[in-house]
């Protein structure tokens, strides 16, 4: 069972960047696939990148392609969101989640047992 632990949030003013970390413990990423989710206010857990166990694919929601990046370090048992041209509609609680060796890359909450307990990242326009 693995344990994920977020950090790297906080208040950004419109364009800028973040970083969010997210450590994991208890087994090696390296047999997850890793997804990162958000939830705002009012509104349901949305799907916001995804990447293989195996490394080999990466998915993004249609609004975060281009600006959001998704890595990992399995080495450091640990993997990346790097935000860049943030929006105020980026603000949301920012989850980590872990799923064990799917045959894709789910979108769905629903399919990722293991979750961080979350970070905040609010946007200012």
């Known amino acids: 069972q693995v344990q994920l632990v977020e950090s790297g949030g906080g208040l950004v003013q419109a364009g800028g960047s973040l970083r969010l970390s997210c450590a994991a413990s208890g087994s090696t990423i390296g047999s997850y696939t890793m997804g990162w989710f958000r939830q705002s206010a009012g509104k349901e857990r949305e799907f916001v990148t995804g990447?293989?166990?195996?490394?080999?694919?990466?998915d993004y929601a249609d609004s975060m392609k281009g600006r959001f990046t998704i890595s990992r370090d399995n080495a450091k048992n640990t993997v990346y969101l790097q935000m860049n041209s943030l929006k105020p509609e980026d603000t949301a609680v920012y989850y980590c989640?872990?799923?064990?060796?799917?045959?894709?890359?789910?979108?769905?909450?629903?399919?990722?047992?293991?979750w961080g307990q979350g970070t905040q990242v609010t946007v200012s326009s």
């Open positions: 989640a872990a799923t064990r060796r799917p045959s894709g890359v789910p979108r769905s909450a629903g399919m990722y047992p293991y």
């Open positions: 990447n293989h166990w195996s490394g080999s694919f990466t």
